[in-house]
Protein backbone atom coordinates (compact mmCIF):
# COMPACT_ATOMS: atom_id res chain seq x y z
CA UNK A 1 0.00 0.00 0.00
CA UNK A 2 1.53 3.39 -1.28
CA UNK A 3 1.90 6.10 2.01
CA UNK A 4 -0.15 9.29 0.36
CA UNK A 5 1.97 12.17 -0.16
CA UNK A 6 1.58 15.90 1.29
CA UNK A 7 0.57 18.45 -0.72
CA UNK A 8 2.91 21.38 -1.88
CA UNK A 9 3.35 24.15 0.58
CA UNK A 10 1.62 22.40 3.29
CA UNK A 11 4.65 21.54 5.46
CA UNK A 12 7.85 22.59 6.34
CA UNK A 13 9.13 26.03 5.60
CA UNK A 14 6.31 26.51 2.99
CA UNK A 15 3.91 26.41 5.39
CA UNK A 16 5.58 28.48 7.83
CA UNK A 17 6.58 30.91 5.83
CA UNK A 18 6.24 33.22 2.90
CA UNK A 19 7.07 35.63 0.35
CA UNK A 20 7.11 39.67 0.19
CA UNK A 21 5.44 39.29 -3.29
CA UNK A 22 2.94 36.40 -2.04
CA UNK A 23 2.43 39.14 0.83
CA UNK A 24 1.51 41.80 -1.14
CA UNK A 25 -1.13 39.63 -3.65
CA UNK A 26 -2.52 38.92 -0.14
CA UNK A 27 -2.78 42.14 1.32
CA UNK A 28 -3.65 43.99 -1.70
CA UNK A 29 -1.12 46.68 -0.90
CA UNK A 30 1.64 48.59 -2.53
CA UNK A 31 5.27 47.79 -1.62
CA UNK A 32 5.64 51.86 0.21
CA UNK A 33 2.29 50.85 2.24
CA UNK A 34 3.74 47.23 3.08
CA UNK A 35 7.00 48.58 4.55
CA UNK A 36 4.85 51.37 6.35
CA UNK A 37 2.61 49.22 7.84
CA UNK A 38 5.06 46.96 8.90
CA UNK A 39 7.18 49.41 11.03
CA UNK A 40 3.95 50.65 12.36
CA UNK A 41 3.48 46.86 13.76
CA UNK A 42 6.78 45.95 14.51
CA UNK A 43 6.86 43.15 12.15
CA UNK A 44 10.29 42.20 10.42
CA UNK A 45 11.34 40.03 7.80
CA UNK A 46 12.64 36.39 8.75
CA UNK A 47 15.72 34.36 7.77
CA UNK A 48 14.43 30.52 7.08
CA UNK A 49 16.85 27.94 6.81
CA UNK A 50 15.36 26.33 3.89
CA UNK A 51 14.72 29.37 1.29
CA UNK A 52 12.46 26.70 -0.58
CA UNK A 53 11.88 29.87 -3.21
CA UNK A 54 15.41 31.20 -3.69
CA UNK A 55 18.19 32.88 -1.35
CA UNK A 56 17.20 36.48 -2.99
CA UNK A 57 13.67 36.46 -1.88
CA UNK A 58 12.36 37.96 1.67
CA UNK A 59 10.69 35.72 3.63
CA UNK A 60 7.64 36.70 6.47
CA UNK A 61 5.89 34.67 8.88
CA UNK A 62 2.76 33.19 7.26
CA UNK A 63 0.89 34.24 10.95
CA UNK A 64 2.41 37.62 10.96
CA UNK A 65 0.81 38.43 7.32
CA UNK A 66 -2.60 36.87 8.80
CA UNK A 67 -2.07 39.42 11.35
CA UNK A 68 -1.74 42.26 9.63
CA UNK A 69 -4.63 41.44 6.83
CA UNK A 70 -7.38 42.23 10.11
CA UNK A 71 -5.37 45.76 10.76
CA UNK A 72 -7.72 48.98 10.18
CA UNK A 73 -4.73 51.10 9.37
CA UNK A 74 -5.08 49.04 5.71
CA UNK A 75 -8.48 50.53 4.79
CA UNK A 76 -7.15 54.44 5.60
CA UNK A 77 -4.07 53.58 3.72
CA UNK A 78 -6.54 52.67 0.77
CA UNK A 79 -8.64 56.01 1.81
CA UNK A 80 -5.02 58.24 1.50
CA UNK A 81 -4.10 56.45 -2.15
CA UNK A 82 -7.67 57.39 -3.31
CA UNK A 83 -7.62 60.99 -1.86
CA UNK A 84 -3.97 61.63 -3.43
CA UNK A 85 -5.41 60.04 -6.71
CA UNK A 86 -8.47 62.98 -6.55
CA UNK A 87 -6.16 65.84 -5.06
CA UNK A 88 -3.62 65.44 -8.29
CA UNK A 89 -6.29 64.55 -10.62
CA UNK A 90 -7.90 67.88 -10.03
CA UNK A 91 -4.64 69.94 -9.98
CA UNK A 92 -3.75 68.38 -13.06
CA UNK A 93 -7.26 69.82 -14.77
CA UNK A 94 -6.97 73.27 -13.28
CA UNK A 95 -9.49 72.36 -10.79
CA UNK A 96 -7.87 74.49 -7.67
CA UNK A 97 -10.92 75.10 -5.60
CA UNK A 98 -12.04 71.02 -5.59
CA UNK A 99 -7.87 70.50 -4.55
CA UNK A 100 -8.47 73.06 -1.98
CA UNK A 101 -11.62 71.39 -0.68
CA UNK A 102 -10.16 67.87 -1.04
CA UNK A 103 -7.44 68.72 1.33
CA UNK A 104 -9.45 70.09 3.45
CA UNK A 105 -10.85 66.62 3.63
CA UNK A 106 -7.60 65.07 3.83
CA UNK A 107 -8.28 61.35 5.50
CA UNK A 108 -6.61 61.06 9.45
CA UNK A 109 -5.89 58.35 11.03
CA UNK A 110 -4.78 57.40 15.08
CA UNK A 111 -1.96 55.07 15.96
CA UNK A 112 -3.26 54.98 19.39
CA UNK A 113 -4.09 51.20 19.23
CA UNK A 114 -0.67 50.02 17.96
CA UNK A 115 0.83 51.93 21.29
CA UNK A 116 -1.99 49.84 23.53
CA UNK A 117 -0.98 46.89 21.15
CA UNK A 118 2.91 46.57 21.10
CA UNK A 119 2.84 48.06 24.81
CA UNK A 120 0.54 46.64 27.19
CA UNK A 121 2.34 48.53 30.12
CA UNK A 122 3.81 51.97 30.83
CA UNK A 123 6.84 49.83 31.35
CA UNK A 124 6.92 48.43 28.29
CA UNK A 125 6.77 51.63 26.56
CA UNK A 126 9.19 53.18 29.08
CA UNK A 127 11.86 50.28 28.33
CA UNK A 128 11.47 50.90 24.00
CA UNK A 129 11.91 54.75 24.59
CA UNK A 130 15.56 54.57 23.65
CA UNK A 131 15.15 55.06 20.33
CA UNK A 132 12.35 57.89 19.89
CA UNK A 133 14.14 60.01 22.54
CA UNK A 134 17.21 59.42 19.85
CA UNK A 135 15.04 60.23 16.61
CA UNK A 136 12.91 63.24 18.61
CA UNK A 137 15.79 64.74 19.26
CA UNK A 138 17.71 64.00 15.88
CA UNK A 139 14.97 65.41 13.96
CA UNK A 140 14.27 68.56 16.50
CA UNK A 141 18.36 70.08 15.61
CA UNK A 142 17.74 69.13 11.72
CA UNK A 143 18.64 71.65 9.04
CA UNK A 144 15.69 73.07 7.20
CA UNK A 145 16.21 73.00 3.52
CA UNK A 146 16.95 76.24 1.60
CA UNK A 147 19.57 78.80 0.60
CA UNK A 148 21.60 76.03 -1.24
CA UNK A 149 21.81 74.04 1.96
CA UNK A 150 20.95 70.29 1.58
CA UNK A 151 18.01 68.79 4.42
CA UNK A 152 15.31 67.16 4.33
CA UNK A 153 12.36 67.01 2.29
CA UNK A 154 9.27 69.27 3.10
CA UNK A 155 7.02 66.50 1.38
CA UNK A 156 8.54 64.33 4.26
CA UNK A 157 9.41 66.67 6.95
CA UNK A 158 7.18 69.63 6.63
CA UNK A 159 8.52 72.03 9.21
CA UNK A 160 5.34 71.75 11.28
CA UNK A 161 6.45 68.14 11.93
CA UNK A 162 10.32 68.99 12.45
CA UNK A 163 8.74 72.17 14.93
CA UNK A 164 6.60 69.09 16.63
CA UNK A 165 9.63 67.15 16.99
CA UNK A 166 11.17 70.01 19.27
CA UNK A 167 7.96 70.28 21.10
CA UNK A 168 8.49 66.95 22.50
CA UNK A 169 12.12 67.08 22.89
CA UNK A 170 11.74 70.26 24.98
CA UNK A 171 8.50 68.49 27.08
CA UNK A 172 11.06 65.57 28.13
CA UNK A 173 13.99 68.00 29.00
CA UNK A 174 11.62 69.89 31.34
CA UNK A 175 10.35 66.61 32.60
CA UNK A 176 13.73 65.97 33.58
CA UNK A 177 14.50 69.42 35.08
CA UNK A 178 11.16 68.84 37.38
CA UNK A 179 12.08 65.90 38.67
CA UNK A 180 15.61 65.90 39.82
CA UNK A 181 17.37 62.69 40.63
CA UNK A 182 16.19 61.03 37.10
CA UNK A 183 19.16 61.99 35.66
CA UNK A 184 22.18 59.42 36.10
CA UNK A 185 24.60 59.81 33.50
CA UNK A 186 26.11 61.53 30.17
CA UNK A 187 29.37 61.81 28.29
CA UNK A 188 30.06 64.98 25.91
CA UNK A 189 31.69 63.33 22.44
CA UNK A 190 32.50 64.58 19.07
CA UNK A 191 29.02 62.93 17.67
CA UNK A 192 27.05 65.34 20.64
CA UNK A 193 25.54 64.01 23.71
CA UNK A 194 24.90 60.60 25.43
CA UNK A 195 22.67 60.88 28.49
CA UNK A 196 21.32 57.88 30.65
CA UNK A 197 18.02 58.12 32.93
CA UNK A 198 16.13 55.90 35.26
CA UNK A 199 12.13 56.32 35.44
CA UNK A 200 10.24 53.94 37.67
CA UNK A 201 13.07 50.89 37.62
CA UNK A 202 13.71 51.37 33.84
CA UNK A 203 17.27 52.25 32.61
CA UNK A 204 17.03 54.87 29.05
CA UNK A 205 19.42 55.47 27.23
CA UNK A 206 19.57 58.32 23.89
CA UNK A 207 21.76 61.02 22.20
CA UNK A 208 21.29 64.41 21.23
CA UNK A 209 23.40 66.17 18.51
CA UNK A 210 25.43 69.26 18.85
CA UNK A 211 23.58 72.20 17.55
CA UNK A 212 25.56 72.75 14.69
CA UNK A 213 23.84 72.63 10.98
CA UNK A 214 23.45 69.12 10.29
CA UNK A 215 23.31 67.84 6.63
CA UNK A 216 21.18 64.62 5.94
CA UNK A 217 23.51 62.02 3.77
CA UNK A 218 21.93 61.25 0.81
CA UNK A 219 22.35 57.65 1.49
CA UNK A 220 19.64 57.61 3.99
CA UNK A 221 15.78 56.49 3.35
CA UNK A 222 14.20 59.33 4.40
CA UNK A 223 10.85 57.35 3.87
CA UNK A 224 11.64 54.58 6.01
CA UNK A 225 13.10 57.38 8.73
CA UNK A 226 9.75 59.23 8.48
CA UNK A 227 7.62 56.06 9.07
CA UNK A 228 10.14 55.42 11.82
CA UNK A 229 9.43 59.29 13.64
CA UNK A 230 5.82 58.89 12.89
CA UNK A 231 5.62 55.99 14.96
CA UNK A 232 7.92 57.36 17.70
CA UNK A 233 6.14 61.27 17.88
CA UNK A 234 3.46 59.30 19.46
CA UNK A 235 4.88 56.94 21.76
CA UNK A 236 6.80 59.75 22.66
CA UNK A 237 3.61 61.96 23.49
CA UNK A 238 2.21 58.68 24.74
CA UNK A 239 4.81 58.58 27.64
CA UNK A 240 5.08 62.32 28.49
CA UNK A 241 1.43 62.30 29.29
CA UNK A 242 1.32 59.83 31.42
CA UNK A 243 4.62 61.29 33.37
CA UNK A 244 3.38 64.38 33.32
CA UNK A 245 -0.27 63.87 35.07
CA UNK A 246 1.06 60.87 36.65
CA UNK A 247 4.54 61.62 37.80
CA UNK A 248 4.44 65.59 37.92
CA UNK A 249 0.75 65.94 38.21
CA UNK A 250 0.55 68.94 36.40
CA UNK A 251 -1.20 69.67 33.05
CA UNK A 252 0.23 68.05 29.46
CA UNK A 253 1.43 69.90 27.23
CA UNK A 254 2.84 72.77 29.24
CA UNK A 255 2.75 76.13 28.04
CA UNK A 256 4.75 78.20 26.09
CA UNK A 257 5.28 81.65 26.60
CA UNK A 258 6.09 83.23 23.40
CA UNK A 259 7.21 86.33 24.32
CA UNK A 260 9.92 84.84 26.27
CA UNK A 261 11.27 82.35 23.32
CA UNK A 262 11.35 85.71 20.55
CA UNK A 263 13.54 87.17 23.36
CA UNK A 264 15.84 84.06 23.52
CA UNK A 265 14.82 82.80 26.59
CA UNK A 266 15.61 79.26 27.96
CA UNK A 267 13.70 76.16 28.20
CA UNK A 268 12.64 77.10 32.05
CA UNK A 269 12.26 80.76 31.59
CA UNK A 270 9.71 79.87 28.41
CA UNK A 271 7.83 76.97 29.81
CA UNK A 272 5.14 77.40 32.23
CA UNK A 273 2.58 74.51 33.64
CA UNK A 274 -0.41 74.38 35.67
CA UNK A 275 -1.15 71.38 38.33
CA UNK A 276 -4.09 69.25 38.07
CA UNK A 277 -5.54 70.83 40.89
CA UNK A 278 -5.76 74.16 39.69
CA UNK A 279 -7.67 73.05 36.50
CA UNK A 280 -10.32 71.51 38.33
CA UNK A 281 -11.73 67.43 37.85
CA UNK A 282 -10.32 65.81 34.74
CA UNK A 283 -12.38 63.05 33.39
CA UNK A 284 -11.58 59.54 34.31
CA UNK A 285 -11.09 59.00 30.08
CA UNK A 286 -8.05 61.12 30.26
CA UNK A 287 -6.53 60.01 33.29
CA UNK A 288 -6.79 56.58 31.65
CA UNK A 289 -6.88 56.36 27.99
CA UNK A 290 -6.31 59.98 25.74
CA UNK A 291 -6.79 59.33 22.25
CA UNK A 292 -3.38 60.26 20.30
CA UNK A 293 -3.99 61.20 16.67
CA UNK A 294 -1.33 61.82 14.34
CA UNK A 295 -3.23 64.47 12.31
CA UNK A 296 -0.57 67.41 11.69
CA UNK A 297 -3.71 70.03 12.56
CA UNK A 298 -4.86 68.82 15.57
CA UNK A 299 -0.89 68.80 17.00
CA UNK A 300 -0.03 71.68 15.49
CA UNK A 301 -3.36 73.56 17.45
CA UNK A 302 -2.14 72.16 20.80
CA UNK A 303 1.14 74.33 20.59
CA UNK A 304 -0.10 77.07 18.94
CA UNK A 305 -3.32 77.67 21.13
CA UNK A 306 -1.51 78.31 24.38
CA UNK A 307 -1.74 81.25 26.09
CA UNK A 308 -1.18 83.14 29.87
CA UNK A 309 -3.45 82.27 32.26
CA UNK A 310 -4.29 83.60 35.75
CA UNK A 311 -3.72 80.48 37.51
CA UNK A 312 -0.31 79.76 35.44
CA UNK A 313 2.66 78.50 37.16
CA UNK A 314 5.65 79.68 36.27
CA UNK A 315 8.53 77.39 36.98
CA UNK A 316 11.75 79.50 37.56
CA UNK A 317 12.29 83.54 38.25
CA UNK A 318 14.88 85.98 38.84
CA UNK A 319 15.13 86.31 42.76
CA UNK A 320 12.92 83.52 44.03
CA UNK A 321 13.24 80.12 45.92
CA UNK A 322 11.57 77.88 42.93
CA UNK A 323 13.06 74.74 43.94
CA UNK A 324 11.42 73.81 46.89
CA UNK A 325 7.88 75.55 46.21
CA UNK A 326 8.07 73.42 42.57
CA UNK A 327 8.82 70.56 44.66
CA UNK A 328 5.76 70.54 46.97
CA UNK A 329 3.73 71.41 43.98
CA UNK A 330 4.34 68.62 42.23
CA UNK A 331 3.94 66.65 45.33
CA UNK A 332 0.84 67.87 46.14
CA UNK A 333 -0.12 66.99 42.44
CA UNK A 334 0.71 63.61 42.80
CA UNK A 335 -1.10 62.75 45.70
CA UNK A 336 -4.15 63.98 43.86
CA UNK A 337 -3.44 61.77 41.08
CA UNK A 338 -2.91 58.60 43.08
CA UNK A 339 -6.10 58.79 44.66
CA UNK A 340 -7.69 59.71 41.01
CA UNK A 341 -6.38 56.38 40.11
CA UNK A 342 -7.64 54.56 43.16
CA UNK A 343 -11.22 55.81 42.57
CA UNK A 344 -10.81 54.21 39.14
CA UNK A 345 -9.07 51.27 40.04
CA UNK A 346 -12.13 50.86 42.73
CA UNK A 347 -15.11 51.44 40.07
CA UNK A 348 -13.57 48.33 38.51
CA UNK A 349 -11.50 49.79 35.32
CA UNK A 350 -8.37 47.68 34.68
CA UNK A 351 -4.68 49.14 33.66
CA UNK A 352 -1.86 47.78 33.58
CA UNK A 353 -0.22 51.19 35.18
CA UNK A 354 -3.02 50.59 38.55
CA UNK A 355 -1.41 47.06 39.52
CA UNK A 356 1.36 46.50 41.72
CA UNK A 357 4.72 46.10 40.50
CA UNK A 358 6.22 42.87 40.47
CA UNK A 359 8.73 42.08 43.56
CA UNK A 360 12.29 42.52 41.47
CA UNK A 361 11.06 45.89 39.90
CA UNK A 362 10.41 47.16 44.03
CA UNK A 363 13.83 45.67 45.26
CA UNK A 364 15.63 47.84 41.72
CA UNK A 365 13.72 50.56 43.00
CA UNK A 366 15.09 50.10 46.78
CA UNK A 367 18.40 49.66 45.57
CA UNK A 368 18.60 52.77 43.27
CA UNK A 369 16.88 54.79 46.14
CA UNK A 370 19.85 56.22 47.49
CA UNK A 371 21.93 57.40 43.92
CA UNK A 372 18.84 59.39 43.24
CA UNK A 373 18.69 61.41 46.45
CA UNK A 374 22.13 62.27 45.84
CA UNK A 375 22.03 63.11 42.41
CA UNK A 376 18.95 64.84 43.00
CA UNK A 377 20.68 67.09 45.92
CA UNK A 378 24.11 67.64 43.81
CA UNK A 379 23.87 70.76 43.26
CA UNK A 380 21.34 72.05 45.64
CA UNK A 381 21.41 75.57 47.37
CA UNK A 382 24.01 76.66 44.21
CA UNK A 383 23.49 79.39 41.57
CA UNK A 384 25.50 79.04 38.51
CA UNK A 385 26.29 81.64 35.44
CA UNK A 386 26.96 80.22 31.86
CA UNK A 387 28.34 81.94 29.46
CA UNK A 388 27.72 81.52 25.70
CA UNK A 389 30.61 79.50 24.78
CA UNK A 390 29.09 76.40 26.51
CA UNK A 391 26.54 73.96 25.25
CA UNK A 392 24.16 76.52 27.61
CA UNK A 393 20.64 74.30 26.52
CA UNK A 394 22.36 71.07 28.12
CA UNK A 395 23.85 72.38 31.21
CA UNK A 396 20.67 74.07 32.06
CA UNK A 397 18.79 70.52 31.80
CA UNK A 398 21.47 68.81 33.55
CA UNK A 399 21.95 71.66 36.42
CA UNK A 400 18.68 71.41 37.07
CA UNK A 401 17.77 68.02 36.84
CA UNK A 402 20.36 67.65 39.48
CA UNK A 403 18.59 70.36 41.84
CA UNK A 404 20.02 73.73 41.00
CA UNK A 405 18.50 76.35 42.51
CA UNK A 406 19.36 79.24 39.29
CA UNK A 407 21.00 79.13 36.38
CA UNK A 408 21.75 82.60 34.52
CA UNK A 409 23.08 82.96 31.43
CA UNK A 410 24.17 85.61 28.40
CA UNK A 411 21.23 86.69 26.17
CA UNK A 412 20.12 89.69 24.17
CA UNK A 413 17.37 90.27 26.68
CA UNK A 414 18.60 90.31 30.18
CA UNK A 415 15.37 90.44 31.39
CA UNK A 416 14.60 86.51 29.97
CA UNK A 417 18.13 85.23 32.57
CA UNK A 418 16.98 84.77 36.58
CA UNK A 419 20.75 85.70 36.92
CA UNK A 420 22.89 88.06 35.88
CA UNK A 421 26.23 88.17 35.99
CA UNK A 422 26.15 90.92 38.57
CA UNK A 423 24.36 89.05 41.24
CA UNK A 424 25.93 88.08 44.58
CA UNK A 425 24.17 84.48 44.39
CA UNK A 426 26.56 82.91 42.13
CA UNK A 427 28.79 80.91 43.27
CA UNK A 428 30.12 78.94 39.85
CA UNK A 429 30.54 80.95 36.71
CA UNK A 430 31.00 78.20 34.31
CA UNK A 431 33.04 79.55 30.37
CA UNK A 432 34.92 77.58 27.91
CA UNK A 433 37.37 80.85 26.78
CA UNK A 434 40.44 82.51 28.40
CA UNK A 435 40.44 84.25 32.46
CA UNK A 436 41.17 87.57 30.79
CA UNK A 437 38.14 87.62 28.53
CA UNK A 438 35.70 86.83 31.50
CA UNK A 439 33.73 89.87 32.35
CA UNK A 440 32.96 90.67 36.07
CA UNK A 441 35.94 88.92 37.63
CA UNK A 442 35.18 87.86 41.39
CA UNK A 443 37.62 86.17 44.01
CA UNK A 444 34.40 84.41 45.97
CA UNK A 445 33.38 82.70 42.65
CA UNK A 446 34.59 79.70 41.17
CA UNK A 447 35.65 79.72 37.70
CA UNK A 448 35.19 76.34 36.18
CA UNK A 449 34.68 74.34 32.62
CA UNK A 450 31.62 72.37 31.40
CA UNK A 451 33.12 68.80 32.09
CA UNK A 452 33.23 69.72 35.86
CA UNK A 453 29.42 69.24 35.54
CA UNK A 454 29.54 66.43 33.14
CA UNK A 455 32.19 64.31 35.66
CA UNK A 456 30.77 65.43 38.91
CA UNK A 457 27.10 64.02 37.82
CA UNK A 458 28.85 60.72 36.84
CA UNK A 459 30.34 60.37 39.97
CA UNK A 460 27.91 61.28 42.20
CA UNK A 461 29.66 63.89 43.70
CA UNK A 462 31.35 67.06 43.39
CA UNK A 463 34.70 66.61 42.31
CA UNK A 464 37.17 68.82 43.57
CA UNK A 465 37.26 72.57 41.03
CA UNK A 466 41.29 73.07 40.62
CA UNK A 467 41.45 70.34 38.22
CA UNK A 468 38.58 72.12 36.37
CA UNK A 469 39.12 75.83 36.74
CA UNK A 470 39.56 77.85 33.71
CA UNK A 471 42.64 78.02 31.82
CA UNK A 472 44.12 74.44 32.62
CA UNK A 473 44.21 71.30 30.81
CA UNK A 474 41.05 69.48 31.43
CA UNK A 475 41.63 65.54 32.83
CA UNK A 476 40.43 63.05 30.61
CA UNK A 477 36.63 62.78 30.00
CA UNK A 478 35.97 59.29 31.39
CA UNK A 479 33.31 57.35 30.10
CA UNK A 480 30.73 56.51 32.91
CA UNK A 481 29.68 53.20 31.25
CA UNK A 482 33.07 52.18 31.51
CA UNK A 483 33.38 50.75 35.06
CA UNK A 484 29.89 48.65 33.91
CA UNK A 485 32.20 46.79 31.33
CA UNK A 486 35.34 46.59 33.98
CA UNK A 487 32.59 45.02 36.33
CA UNK A 488 31.85 42.30 33.73
CA UNK A 489 35.36 41.61 33.01
CA UNK A 490 36.23 41.13 36.51
CA UNK A 491 33.10 38.72 36.94
CA UNK A 492 34.08 36.70 33.67
CA UNK A 493 37.38 36.78 35.07
CA UNK A 494 36.54 34.86 38.45
CA UNK A 495 34.94 31.76 36.37
CA UNK A 496 38.31 31.46 34.61
CA UNK A 497 41.41 29.69 36.08
CA UNK A 498 43.72 32.48 34.92
CA UNK A 499 41.67 34.70 37.26
CA UNK A 500 44.35 35.01 39.79
CA UNK A 501 46.99 36.44 37.56
CA UNK A 502 44.98 38.10 35.47
CA UNK A 503 43.55 41.81 36.77
CA UNK A 504 41.23 44.40 35.33
CA UNK A 505 43.13 47.27 34.38
CA UNK A 506 41.67 50.85 35.72
CA UNK A 507 42.53 53.73 33.91
CA UNK A 508 44.90 56.70 36.59
CA UNK A 509 42.56 58.91 37.25
CA UNK A 510 39.78 56.40 37.51
CA UNK A 511 41.53 55.24 40.85
CA UNK A 512 42.10 58.85 41.99
CA UNK A 513 38.52 59.81 41.49
CA UNK A 514 37.73 56.66 44.01
CA UNK A 515 40.47 58.23 46.45
CA UNK A 516 39.02 61.62 46.56
CA UNK A 517 35.40 60.08 46.79
CA UNK A 518 35.99 58.30 49.77
CA UNK A 519 37.08 61.82 51.66
CA UNK A 520 40.59 61.43 52.03
CA UNK A 521 42.29 64.96 52.27
CA UNK A 522 45.53 66.13 50.22
CA UNK A 523 45.43 62.96 47.55
CA UNK A 524 48.16 63.51 45.49
CA UNK A 525 47.70 63.33 41.71
CA UNK A 526 49.57 59.50 40.01
CA UNK A 527 52.56 59.87 38.40
CA UNK A 528 50.41 59.27 35.10
CA UNK A 529 48.72 62.53 35.48
CA UNK A 530 51.49 64.87 36.62
CA UNK A 531 50.82 66.90 33.68
CA UNK A 532 47.47 68.18 34.93
CA UNK A 533 49.47 70.62 37.67
CA UNK A 534 50.65 72.41 34.82
CA UNK A 535 48.42 75.41 33.59
CA UNK A 536 46.91 75.69 30.08
CA UNK A 537 49.07 78.52 27.93
CA UNK A 538 46.62 80.90 27.30
CA UNK A 539 46.24 82.40 24.10
CA UNK A 540 46.74 86.48 25.25
CA UNK A 541 49.74 85.39 26.14
CA UNK A 542 51.74 85.65 23.01
CA UNK A 543 53.66 83.36 21.16
CA UNK A 544 56.92 83.71 23.56
CA UNK A 545 54.59 82.16 26.51
CA UNK A 546 53.65 79.60 24.30
CA UNK A 547 57.27 78.27 23.78
CA UNK A 548 58.12 78.56 26.99
CA UNK A 549 55.13 76.22 28.44
CA UNK A 550 56.00 73.76 25.21
CA UNK A 551 59.45 73.69 26.27
CA UNK A 552 58.57 73.08 29.88
CA UNK A 553 55.84 70.59 28.78
CA UNK A 554 57.06 68.17 25.98
CA UNK A 555 54.41 66.36 26.06
CA UNK A 556 52.19 68.91 24.87
CA UNK A 557 55.16 69.64 22.19
CA UNK A 558 55.05 66.45 20.59
CA UNK A 559 51.52 65.97 20.61
CA UNK A 560 51.24 69.40 18.22
CA UNK A 561 53.95 68.63 15.97
CA UNK A 562 53.24 67.72 12.18
CA UNK A 563 52.16 64.40 10.95
CA UNK A 564 55.50 63.64 9.46
CA UNK A 565 57.37 64.93 12.47
CA UNK A 566 55.79 62.35 14.56
CA UNK A 567 56.14 59.39 11.91
CA UNK A 568 60.01 60.51 11.54
CA UNK A 569 59.83 60.50 15.42
CA UNK A 570 58.20 56.91 15.13
CA UNK A 571 60.51 55.08 12.85
CA UNK A 572 63.42 56.12 14.52
CA UNK A 573 62.31 54.80 17.56
CA UNK A 574 61.64 51.36 15.79
CA UNK A 575 64.60 51.57 14.03
CA UNK A 576 66.60 51.94 17.56
CA UNK A 577 63.94 49.21 18.92
CA UNK A 578 64.94 46.72 16.17
CA UNK A 579 68.55 47.20 16.31
CA UNK A 580 69.14 46.64 20.10
CA UNK A 581 66.87 43.89 19.76
CA UNK A 582 69.41 41.14 19.81
CA UNK A 583 72.00 42.75 22.07
CA UNK A 584 71.09 42.14 25.59
CA UNK A 585 73.43 44.40 27.28
CA UNK A 586 72.23 47.85 25.44
CA UNK A 587 68.93 49.67 26.69
CA UNK A 588 66.60 50.17 23.73
CA UNK A 589 66.17 53.95 23.36
CA UNK A 590 62.61 54.18 23.96
CA UNK A 591 63.49 53.29 27.83
CA UNK A 592 65.34 56.55 28.12
CA UNK A 593 62.89 58.75 26.88
CA UNK A 594 59.40 59.68 28.66
CA UNK A 595 57.94 56.58 27.75
CA UNK A 596 60.39 54.77 30.22
CA UNK A 597 58.60 51.40 31.52
CA UNK A 598 56.78 50.82 28.87
CA UNK A 599 56.85 48.52 25.80
CA UNK A 600 57.66 49.36 21.75
CA UNK A 601 53.94 48.03 21.92
CA UNK A 602 52.19 50.46 23.75
CA UNK A 603 54.88 53.57 22.20
CA UNK A 604 53.59 52.84 18.81
CA UNK A 605 49.52 52.49 19.92
CA UNK A 606 50.28 56.39 21.74
CA UNK A 607 51.81 57.52 18.52
CA UNK A 608 48.87 56.00 16.26
CA UNK A 609 46.40 57.82 18.21
CA UNK A 610 48.25 60.40 18.09
CA UNK A 611 48.24 60.20 14.46
CA UNK A 612 44.60 59.49 13.87
CA UNK A 613 43.91 62.71 15.89
CA UNK A 614 45.57 64.80 13.90
CA UNK A 615 44.34 62.85 11.11
CA UNK A 616 40.75 63.91 11.95
CA UNK A 617 41.50 67.43 12.03
CA UNK A 618 42.26 67.55 8.36
CA UNK A 619 39.50 67.91 5.74
CA UNK A 620 38.01 64.54 3.68
CA UNK A 621 40.07 65.27 0.38
CA UNK A 622 43.19 66.00 2.49
CA UNK A 623 42.45 62.96 4.42
CA UNK A 624 42.11 61.17 1.02
CA UNK A 625 45.30 62.06 0.23
CA UNK A 626 47.30 61.22 3.65
CA UNK A 627 45.73 57.66 2.85
CA UNK A 628 47.42 57.37 -0.37
CA UNK A 629 50.18 58.46 0.78
CA UNK A 630 50.82 56.36 3.75
CA UNK A 631 49.42 53.31 1.44
CA UNK A 632 52.22 54.22 -0.88
CA UNK A 633 55.06 54.58 1.63
CA UNK A 634 54.20 50.80 3.18
CA UNK A 635 54.21 49.66 -1.15
CA UNK A 636 57.37 51.34 -1.30
CA UNK A 637 58.99 49.48 1.96
CA UNK A 638 57.46 46.06 1.06
CA UNK A 639 59.01 46.21 -2.77
CA UNK A 640 61.94 48.05 -2.29
CA UNK A 641 61.23 50.47 -4.77
CA UNK A 642 59.28 53.82 -5.34
CA UNK A 643 56.28 54.01 -6.93
CA UNK A 644 55.85 55.62 -10.19
CA UNK A 645 53.25 58.83 -9.77
CA UNK A 646 50.75 58.05 -12.51
CA UNK A 647 48.74 60.88 -13.68
CA UNK A 648 45.26 60.76 -14.18
CA UNK A 649 43.07 61.78 -17.31
CA UNK A 650 40.76 64.63 -16.62
CA UNK A 651 37.46 63.62 -17.58
CA UNK A 652 35.36 65.34 -20.30
CA UNK A 653 38.43 65.20 -22.74
Excluded at 293 to 307: A, I, K, P, Q
Excluded at 552 to 578: G, K, Y
Amino acid sequence: MVAERNKKGTSGAAATYVTRAKALRMLQLSLSDFRRLCILKGIFPRDPRNKFEGPRRTYYLKKDIQFLAHEPLINKFRELAAFRRRYRRALARGEFSQAAQAARSSPVYSLEHLIRERYPSFTDALAELDDALTMVHTFAEISRPGNGRRGVSRGLFPPARLENCARLAREWQLFLMLRPGHLRRLFASVRGFYFEAQIEGVRILWSQPHRFVQYVPPSVDLKVMSTFLEFHEALLHFVLLRLYRRVLGVEYPPRVDRNAESRGALLREMMEVRTLAQLGPIPESNCIDVPLSVSRSNRDSTDSNMHDSTGALRLASAGTGTGAAASQQVQNGTDVDEEALETVSNQGTHSPETTAPPPSLVDGLAQTDHSRDTLANLFRGLYFYVHRETPVHILEMVLYACGAEAVGYESPCTSTSPLTIDDDRIHYVIADRPLEMLPSRRLDREYIQPQWVFDSINEAFRLPTWLYRVGRRLPPHLSPWESELEEETRQRLQHTDAASSAEVQHPAYRLYLERVKTGATSVPLPKELAWLEEPQASVASGSDSHTNHLQTNPEIAASQRPLDAVDSDHEATLDAADSDSDDDGDVPEYTKSKHAGTTPIAVEKKLAEQRHRQRMLLSRRKQRLYDELVARQLQEQKTGTSAALVKRPRHGR
